[in-house]
């Protein structure tokens, strides 16, 4: 029974499957933008410090609301500073609190989701009508309360966030769990006396990993819009730091005088929650195992 639990769990087409999911999604040529576009994000974050930038909260009284030229490709705001280099450096506010939400979300939804579906019974029963609960609320409006009991800041913002989304995390795992451990690969396992514990590790995470990892991807952009939204209610990244949505909250007093300033912020959040969207749509394709 032991090699038959161990052949069942390690089969050919288990082995081909990385390689057939990522040919579907080299194939996806939305999923590539969308990639594209993260990993653009991505490495203007990273690189903010060594590029030939003005510094983000660095003011001049002399270049003030000045449309975009030469000097400053993307204008100035109301104090003078390089639209550009907030732009820069706001990027890394955003994906930080995009990946860390998530990550939390994950790292608690995923767990209670797995213990949820795997046992039943009252287990069960308790960790499904808390979830309920929280679900019954307003994704954002749970961040807000959170963030404003928490205080303003990028961190207590990022807790707010990953908290309100774990509630999805833990449906959508016990869904999932509830689905796989009845395959005989399973029944097998607790026949030959596995713990619960490597059973739940060995033989349930690893296939249910798939559709955690696509609600992720997606989740993040999600979590992106939520992190500009409370910054953009004073609740996020505190000035003088960059964040696309404090600049946004800034700009809405100038759309007329200076429209730039809400014009970038504004297009680098849709570019990146659609580059994200792309993404998870084109994993969600090459992950199916139905999908050829």
Not at 25 to 31: E, V, Y
Not at 135 to 157: C, D, E, R, V
Not at 260 to 267: E, N, S, Y
């Amino acid at each position: 029974m032991s090699t038959i639990v161990q052949t069942t769990a390690a089969t050919p087409s288990a082995k081909r499957a990385p390689n057939r999911a990522w040919r579907k999604l080299r194939a996806n040529k939305g999923a590539l933008v969308g990639l594209a576009i993260i990993l653009f994000f991505t490495a203007l974050a990273a690189l903010a410090s060594l590029l030939p930038i003005p510094d983000p909260v660095a003011t001049s009284w002399s270049a003030i609301r000045k449309a975009p030229s030469a000097a400053h490709w993307l204008g100035t705001d109301d104090l003078g500073r390089d639209i550009l280099s907030r732009m820069i450096w706001g990027a890394r506010a955003s994906l930080m609190a995009g990946v860390f939400s998530v990550a939390i979300a994950v790292a608690i939804g995923v767990p209670f989701g797995l213990i949820s579906g795997y046992y039943g019974g009252w287990i069960d029963q308790i960790i499904s009508r808390i979830t309920e609960a929280f679900l019954a609320m307003p994704f954002l409006i749970t961040a807000i309360a959170l963030a404003a009991f928490l205080g303003p800041s990028l961190t207590n913002a990022m807790i707010a966030i990953g908290f309100s989304a774990t509630p999805v995390f833990v449906r959508l795992t016990r869904g999932q769990v509830l689905a796989v451990k009845t395959e005989d690969y399973v029944e097998g396992a607790r026949s030959i006396g596995l713990t619960h514990f490597s059973i739940i590790t060995r033989y349930i995470l690893p296939n249910v990993f798939a559709p955690i990892l696509v609600q992720a991807t997606l989740t993040i952009a999600t979590a992106i819009i939520a992190e500009a939204s409370l910054s953009f209610l004073g609740l996020g990244q505190q000035p003088p730091a960059p964040s696309w949505g404090s600049m946004l909250n800034v700009a809405k007093n100038y759309l007329e005088q200076a429209p730039w300033m809400a014009m970038w912020p504004g297009a680098a959040i849709f570019l990146v929650v659609i580059g994200f969207n792309l993404l998870g749509d084109g994993l969600r394709d090459a992950l199916d195992p139905r999908e050829a």
